[in-house]
């Protein structure tokens, strides 16, 4: 599992609460990833980290933010939850001989109501 | 689990018999490709990789080709087990070093 735990693994809200996603890492890797996986998507990223406190963003990053203050931690909030982001939620590292390889966590499912 | 199932291409396989999986990747710059093995309720796992600069890779019951002439990535399983039903998706790499770019997936159903 390379490492990678996800918090909450499942979560309820409502719309317009604010709901953060923690991973954490063990292995001191430099890259991590926030995917979302929706029926019909493939995985489609949010945000990702290259460093503490760098970030840029993904193809689908309104309506989410991130955090990086330590290289273990990776934080996906989402300010003001709404619907359209019931989802499953992925963290990712990127390891490997040339450092291309990602390995995924378990996933947090979050349902907004 | 999650219906990551859900809309996928799915191909039922008796057990014992050989599995392909099919993908059409986007970029003929792509130099990097894996494979992914998602069963319900988890997370991505890692199956194999290639590196364009090669066209057939072995690993414990699979094997992978790369087809860089029509863009094509298959995914050959051996001796398909129970075990092996997921969703199985392929990533490219298109950006660099840092990103992938994953394909919807396909559906693997074991029939025992």
């Known amino acids: 599992d390379a490492g990678i735990t996800q918090s909450p693994r499942h979560k309820v809200t409502e719309t317009g609460t604010p709901v953060t996603l923690r991973c954490h890492q063990t292995e001191n890797h430099r890259y991590m990833y926030w995917y979302r996986q929706d029926p019909g998507h493939g995985l489609r990223l949010i945000h990702y980290s290259y460093g503490v406190k760098d970030t840029d963003k993904g193809e689908v990053s309104d309506g989410y933010s991130v955090s990086r203050s330590k290289t273990e931690d990776f934080l996906l909030t989402l300010e003001s939850a709404t619907s359209s982001q019931t989802s499953v939620y992925f963290c990712?590292?990127?390891?490997?001989?040339?450092?291309?390889?990602?390995?995924f966590g378990p996933g947090t499912r979050l349902l907004v109501l | 689990g999650e219906n990551v199932g859900l809309h996928l291409p799915t191909l039922s396989v008796q057990e014992g018999d050989n599995s392909i999986i099919n993908c059409a990747y986007s970029?003929?710059?792509?130099?990097?490709f894996i494979w992914y093995k998602q069963e319900s309720g988890k997370g991505p796992q890692f199956i194999i990789d290639?590196?364009?600069?090669?066209d057939k890779r072995q690993g414990q019951r699979v094997t992978v080709l790369l087809n860089k002439t029509v863009k094509h990535l298959s995914l050959q399983i051996a001796a398909t087990q129970p075990g092996d039903s997921a969703v199985y998706f392929c990533?490219?790499?298109?950006?660099?070093?840092?990103?992938?770019?994953f394909g919807k997936g396909n559906q693997v159903v074991v029939i025992p």
């Open positions: 990533a490219e790499n298109i950006y660099g070093n840092n990103r992938l770019a």
């Open positions: 970029n003929s710059a792509s130099d990097y």
């Open positions: 990712a590292i990127m390891s490997g001989t040339d450092q291309e390889t990602q390995y």
């Open positions: 290639i590196r364009s600069n090669m």
